[in-house]
């Protein structure tokens, strides 16, 4: 449900205002809150940038979590400036030897390593930088059963995937790592991985005690005392389809505090991205134009997916609330209002292109040209995945309500 804060703005701009992105920072902070009182207290929340890297959106969360997950050069600069001495943990593939020196330099806290030669150049970059103890976190493609996640498909672990390591790849890796057989610049603090996205409490809890175990083993069978750290990853499903059906965080953090018990002298670190902002932000615009093609309804809105690119990603009806606009102000055009009642209505945006679909053949009690609609569930992997300058429309406004 749209937030009053929301609902008033989004009436008050005018067309011309529109689209516009409008973030409601006291729901933020209430989620994010509610997400940190869920979990145990020594399990660490870091939030993953690349999900909303927007800085009013990174500071309102500061109070509620421990640090960032970064995954790029440009994710660590931005990061840093936007709310600075946060723990950052730099992760992702392909991480240039530039970026890996000036990560160093910046002094980020943990280095998510995706590869071997990662860890030769992190080792060479910090030995020129005269660094003697660079923490690092070996991501892993921990392999899970088959039946581990209840059939599940895994997005990125246990099967070939261009991030991280596998395990025989691990041990390739130890002898460059102190605590592990070197003394070189670079400490094995712990392991990392980001299996699979999408997944609800149950099987997220299923494959945080699949990482923690294989962790465990690792530093048994080589006496890695200084791992202690364990991070599961993000990937907290979401629902586009029931915005209300929210993860169970609740749950996930019972479940996770058990885990910390039968794992003591270990940290345990999530890294969600999308469960924490994707609920904070709408895309705003209005109806241009309603139109019958074959006998289906199509809105033309304001906008589209060089916007909001979510709903063109994941095939899915971006959800959406409509804002009916009645006063006599909004329709002054001596010819009859464009509309459709009690009908499917496909949402289409300005682009030429028929992938610029927001929302397919949706039933709605009325739409008309001058309404307006609020797209939700768009507060992350939204605006920043989006291709914003194809056809040249203009830019939307960017409005962070905090009041
Ligand atoms: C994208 C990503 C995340 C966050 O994933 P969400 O689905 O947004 O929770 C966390 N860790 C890594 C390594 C990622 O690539």
Known sequence: ???????????????????????DLPALRAHARAVRDALPPGLELYYAAKANPAPPVLRTLAPHVTGYEVASGGEVEHVRAAVPGAPLAFGGPGKTEGELRRALTLGVERFHVESEQELRLLAGAAKDAGLDAVDVLLRVNVPLASDELGGVALAMGGRPSPFGLDPEAVQRCLPLLS??????????????????????????????????DWARKLSERHGLDDLTEVNVGGGMGVDYAHPDRRFDWAAYGKGMADLALRHPGRTLRIEPGRALTVYCGWYVTEVLDIKHSGGEAFAVLRGGTHHIRTPATKQHDQPFQVLPMD???TWTRPWARPAVREEPVTLVGQLCTPKDVLARRVQVPELRAGDRVAFAMAGAYAWNISHHDFLMHPRPGFHYLDT
């Open 327 to 329: 006063t006599t102000a």
């Open 1 to 23: 449900m749209i937030t009053s804060a929301v609902r008033t703005l989004a009436t008050e701009l005018t067309g011309d205002d529109l689209p516009a992105y409008v973030y």
């Open 179 to 212: 605590g592990a057989g070197s003394h070189g610049p670079l400490r094995l603090r712990g392991i990392h991985a980001h299996l699979a996205s999408g997944l609800d409490a149950a099987a997220q809890l299923t494959v945080a005690a699949a990482i923690a």
